[in-house]
């Protein structure tokens, strides 16, 4: 943000893609919502959840790492240059190139993975011994090959977006909320939590494969003529791999620091991973909404600019001012919510079965932690794609790397001497996790915004606008609790039916208030509602 008005014309939205973006990732989130409800039902916050979600965390270093963030930083400036310079042939050997390089680095990966899962299980789950390592670890080796399968997805992806094709790629990741939950159903509650967490872990791994092969035909119509090489020799190909490596190191450090979240966690009491993974999952879905949504769908955009170093920065300029925007108008209200209405979202997807109430009140103290830098978080999202899409996957490794430092020594700070000093209990250490993530990526945003600021100049959301929907939000709150108390004193503790009113009401409130005080994308999506009515 910053203090001075904003007065670049910003310039008329092209928001299709994101609307795209968000459209898949919604229908993507919105199953997996399911799929961690039924998953709630069936294994609660007990051994069995802490055992998957800190084997599913080990792997998936691998589609992290290489996955979405490192094939986008490299691959798809360099694709998108291409096409828009009309060399269409070379673009596609630089895609055909990149899949089989992927492939084989994967392919090695996973091998090594497995060969040596005892050790990561050592490394990322100290505190688990016993059954709970042995379980851990049978599921880490069920979880690799299908990682792998999901870093294949990401090079689909990467050609699908540079095509603007965006909304099959972040939809089908619903195939693996899907067979998981068909998994857990079969297998059924009898069977206890450790056998219920290998069945969704099989099921996680035939949903990565789905997910592959639903995208891999779309995406060879799109490279007619494709064929596996290594295509070392082209100065295309060396400028993605160069790129590749600074993406790499940076998504490293990025997710070290969700790693050490889950050491520590796993150093607190029985279920404390859970409730940090259940916490992480609705923590995602604004960040994934509308920071990755915006993010992936500018990224093409931004790098296929052309003309003068001044020209190509100006429009970079007006395309993130746009984008940060309609992040801020979007994830204020989300984390608000998360702080003051957190008990209820929780309590509506989680809280039945095996899932208890001091659960749900668990989960909602970790989210209105992670409240704390979800802004932050989310802006520096759109911040990295603007550095990828100039060219620059050094700037954002470097400040990756002292937001991991950061992020272990303020969740240590956070979790245990604090806490102890503030007379908390040990099983409130994921609230100190959360809150310090969310003080890291702050700092990272301001690091981000401060570099892009010496290179292309001034930028920002207006720190007054910020302000005024913080403010929308605060009162937004306040109506839905006026709502609330009476509500929740006719039905009582039952979240199936008193939450769809508080945020039915949070949700109209901050609208309509947005409206009122005239905020253009108040007013852009009450036009949108009319038209959707025909009012």
């Known amino acids: 943000m910053t203090a001075e008005p904003f007065t670049a014309a910003v310039p008329p939205s092209r928001i299709r893609g994101s609307l795209a973006v968000a459209a898949g990732i919604l229908a ?3 199953a997996g919502l399911v799929r961690q409800s039924v998953f709630a039902y069936f294994l609660g916050g007990g051994a069995g959840a802490d055992v998957f979600t800190a084997a599913f965390r080990i792997p998936n270093v691998l589609q992290n ?37 992927l492939a084989l680095v994967t392919g090695a990966l996973v091998a090594f993975g497995l060969l040596f899962a005892p050790q990561f299980v050592d490394l990322i789950a100290p505190g688990f011994h016993g059954e709970r390592r042995d379980e851990t670890l049978s599921l880490v080796r069920i979880f690799f090959p299908g990682i792998g399968l999901l870093v294949l997805s990401a090079w689909c992806l990467g050609i699908l977006n540079s095509h603007r094709r965006f909304f099959l790629p972040y939809a089908v990741p619903m195939a693996s909320s899907a067979t998981v939950v068909l998994a857990l159903v079969i297998t059924g509650r009898a069977a206890g939590g450790f056998a219920l967490a290998r069945a969704a872990a099989y ?37 993605v791999l160069t790129r590749f490596t600074s993406a790499l190191l940076s998504r490293g450090v990025a997710q070290l620091s969700g790693y050490i979240d889950q050491i520590l966690a796993s150093l607190l009491p029985i279920g404390a991973v859970a409730t940090l993974g259940y916490a992480q999952t609705l923590n995602l879905l604004p960040v994934s909404l509308f920071g990755t949504a915006i993010s992936a769908s500018e990224l093409p955009e931004m790098a296929s600019a052309t003309g003068t170093p001044e020209e190509v920065h100006r429009a970079v300029v007006l395309r993130l001012d746009a984008g940060l925007r309609r992040i801020a108008f979007f994830v204020v209200p989300s984390a608000m919510a998360f702080a ?14 095996a899932f208890s109430h001091a659960q749900t009140v668990a989960v909602w103290a970790t989210l209105a932690g992670s409240a704390v830098g979800l802004l932050g978080q989310t802006m520096a999202r759109l911040y990295t794609s603007a550095f990828y899409a100039l060219g620059d996957t050094r700037t ?45 990526g702050w700092i990272e945003f301001l ?16 720190g007054a606008l910020v302000a005024r929907l913080w403010s929308i939000a ?28 508080t945020l039915l009401v949070f949700g109209i409130a901050y609208l309509g208030a947005g409206v009122f005080v005239g905020i253009p994308e108040s007013l852009r999506l009450r036009d949108a509602v009319r038209r959707r009515l025909g009012v």
Not at 229 to 235: A, D, E, N, Q
């Open 203 to 239: 099921g996680t791994v035939v949903g990565a494969l789905l997910q592959f092969v639903v995208q891999l035909p779309s995406v060879l119509r799109l490279l007619p003529g494709a064929r596996p090489t290594l295509g070392l020799g082209s100065p295309d190909v060396r400028a």
């Open 396 to 440: 954002p490794m470097r400040i990756a790397a002292l937001r991991l430092v950061l992020t272990a020594g303020l969740g240590y700070l956070f979790a245990f001497p604090l806490l102890r000093v503030l007379g908390f209990a040990p099983t409130w250490g994921t609230v100190g996790l959360s809150a310090s993530a969310g003080v890291a």
């Open 474 to 501: 605060l009162s937004a709150a306040g109506a839905a609790w006026t709502v609330r108390l009476p509500v929740r004193a006719v039905l009582g503790d039952r979240p199936m039916l008193v939450a769809p009113t």
């Open 447 to 462: 690091l981000l915004r401060a570099a892009l600021h010496r290179r292309v100049g001034a930028h920002g959301v207006p």
């Open 65 to 101: 790492l290489l996955g979405e963030g490192a094939v986008s930083a490299s691959f798809i400036p360099v694709y998108s240059k291409l096409r828009a310079s009309d060399r269409p042939r070379e673009a596609i050997a630089v895609a055909a190139a990149v899949g089989t390089l």
């Open 28 to 30: 993507s989130r919105a």
């Open 340 to 353: 003051a209405l957190g008990g209820d979202i929780a309590g509506l997807l989680y809280q039945r079965g």
